[in-house]
């Protein structure tokens, strides 16, 4: 039984230049680019969670109200800190979820320890059956 063996072929020395070892640059490449694309994330990560991130502004529903078709009350807590304001968006929502108002209203903490508790309306385009805050920021 004869059995063949493969080789690499062999070259006359300096005939053909400078032969590189395969792989070599190959894997070089992708583990830098893999390190850029990691340092990149890193460095959004944070900026995002530092613009968007958890607050000092945190609110709580306390309750809402169905003052008419056109109208809906929406009671509700703000931690801010003293002497500070926060610009709150108050959402109205249908039975079937879809939002049919939203308003963006501002609270005050005068120096108050605790939260601030805030009643305001919220004009709707049709009839409302729940209310919710969808988020509180510093206001500017």
Same mark, same amino acid.
């Given at each position: ?14 005939? +053909? ?6 792989? *070599? ?14 340092? /990149? ?10 613009? +968007? #991130?958890?607050?000092? +502004?945190? &609110? ?7 003052? &008419? ?5 929406? %009671?509700? =807590?703000?931690?801010?800190? *003293? #002497? ?7 959402? *109205?929502? &249908? +039975?079937? #979820?879809? %939002?049919? #108002?939203?308003? =963006? ?7 108050? %320890?605790?939260?601030?508790? /805030?009643?305001e309306d919220v004009p709707t385009r049709a009839r409302a059956s729940h209310g919710d805050v969808v988020r509180c920021r510093a206001s500017s």
């Amino acid at each position: 039984m004869n059995e063949t063996r493969a080789t690499n072929p062999v070259f006359p020395p300096g005939r +053909y230049g400078h032969r590189r070892t395969p792989g *070599a640059r190959r894997r070089i490449v992708p583990i830098v680019f893999g390190v850029l694309v990691l340092v /990149a994330s890193v460095l959004l990560t944070v900026q995002l969670y530092g613009r +968007y #991130g958890q607050t000092d +502004y945190q &609110s709580r529903i306390v309750g809402w109200s169905k003052d &008419s078709d056109t109208r809906l009350t929406v %009671e509700f =807590e703000v931690r801010v800190p *003293a #002497g500070g304001t926060a610009t709150c968006v108050l959402r *109205a929502r &249908s +039975y079937d #979820g879809a %939002e049919v #108002g939203r308003r =963006e209203v501002r609270v005050a903490n005068p120096g108050a %320890e605790g939260p601030i508790t /805030a009643r305001e309306d919220v004009p709707t385009r049709a009839r409302a059956s729940h209310g919710d805050v969808v988020r509180c920021r510093a206001s500017s």
